[in-house]
């Protein structure tokens, strides 16, 4: 149990040091780990974190009504299709209980072509990550953990952010 701690202690300082300078980004010390999270696709099957087998995950919670998801929501997908992040993984997660026919009107408007939409259908997701607006970006490990999210909008085009996220890939 000791040496978990100071693994731990060491990861959480190493990746403090090495953090992009963005003010709405959390890191947490310890990471959260969540029981039962399933979203699901445009398809509605079902998508659980613990089956997934990226090394890093993204989870972005959003709606088609909500002015800085629009605005982030290009360089999110921008961020899907940069080669320098290996084994990357963004799941653009509506949950604003809005049918697939506008989400994909709300995708093509945008130019969103390297992103598929996913859904939170009953939502329950809100209140099991705890959100308290919307956008919120969820960062997980390979292991389904949450270690870090972003609190509101960033520009996912942000070099020193794409940096931190390879150094993490």
């Known amino acids: 149990m000791r040496i978990l701690i100071l693994f731990t202690f060491l990861i959480t300082n190493a990746l403090a040091n090495e953090?992009?300078?963005?003010?709405?980004?959390v890191v947490h010390k310890i990471p959260k780990t969540y029981d039962n999270v399933i979203f699901l696709d445009e398809?509605?099957?079902?998508i659980n974190i613990q089956n997934l087998d990226s090394k890093l995950t993204i989870l972005n919670f959003w709606a088609t009504w909500c002015e800085p998801c629009k605005e982030e929501m290009p360089s999110l997908n921008r961020l899907?299709?940069?080669k320098?992040?290996?084994?990357?993984?963004?799941?653009p997660i509506n949950i604003g209980k809005e049918n697939l026919n506008k989400v994909n009107n709300f995708f093509d408007k945008l130019d969103i072509d390297n992103l598929e939409p996913y859904?939170?259908?009953?939502s329950t997701l809100a209140k099991i990550f705890s959100l308290r607006g919307l956008p919120t970006t969820i960062i997980l490990n390979s292991e389904?953990?949450?270690f870090a999210r972003i609190i509101g909008s960033i520009d996912f085009d942000n070099e020193n952010f794409i940096n931190w996220l390879k150094n993490l890939s």
Do not use: R, V
């Open 19 to 25: 953090l992009p300078d963005l003010k709405n980004l």
């Open 43 to 46: 398809t509605d099957e079902e």
């Open 80 to 82: 899907q299709a940069n």
């Open 84 to 91: 320098k992040i290996k084994n990357l993984k963004i799941y």
């Open 119 to 122: 859904f939170d259908n009953p």
């Open 144 to 146: 389904g953990e949450e």
